[in-house]
């Protein structure tokens, strides 16, 4: 049973435009969430987290919001630009843990 | 510092036989991780190692799949016998223990068993 879910396999929207991917999770103990970002033929790299205890956190482009009673989770991208084209994951933690779940990924692009 | 290395990027073997992968981690992390991404399942993690000791390999889907970390500079993921359904993407990563917004990545051995 998948305890992070990511359920639009992809996503496509226009440059300049906002994106929002999406995320839900099951376990209500986890206390930190992230966003990670991956390009073909390579690794997944870190992009955004929040902890628990904030509802929102920014960077740049960048903002993740949660929402604890719904459990779920979103990463919005403003504006969206043609290098944010990749596969996004959404992850969970517990802090006083090592490991971090990941979801299935939303495959984003970024038309023209 | 190179990051975390994997190798081979890419393996196709047939089906049976014995396939080990390898990393490197970063110098000075002390937890490794190895994940497999399917189009199913995203990245599944399949075992952890804090201090080269295995913390959790709940993860590992069957008994023909087993990890090492012989040393802190050093870990194999091997399965034995390989069959089709293991063919997927193998991630190794590392960070600090507790540092789980650390991770680094390798960028993966793509695994084709036919």
Known sequence: DQQVKQNSPSLSVQ???????????????????????????????FLIS????KDKNEDGRFTVFLNKSAKHLSLHIVPSQPGDSAVYFCAAAY??????IFGSGTRLSIRP | DAGVIQSPRHEVTEMGQEVTLRCKPISGHNSLFWYRQTMMRGLELLIYFNNNVPIDDSGMPEDRFSAKMPNASFSTLKIQPSEPRDSAVYFCASSLIGQIYGYTFGSGTRLTVV
């Open chain 1, 50 to 53: 929040i902890s628990s205890i």
């Open chain 1, 95 to 100: 802090s006083s843990a090592s490991k971090i």
């Open chain 1, 15 to 45: 440059e300049g435009r906002i994106s929002i991917l999406n995320c839900d999770y099951t376990n209500s103990m986890f206390d930190y969430f992230l966003w990670y970002k991956k390009y073909p033929a390579e690794g997944p790299t």
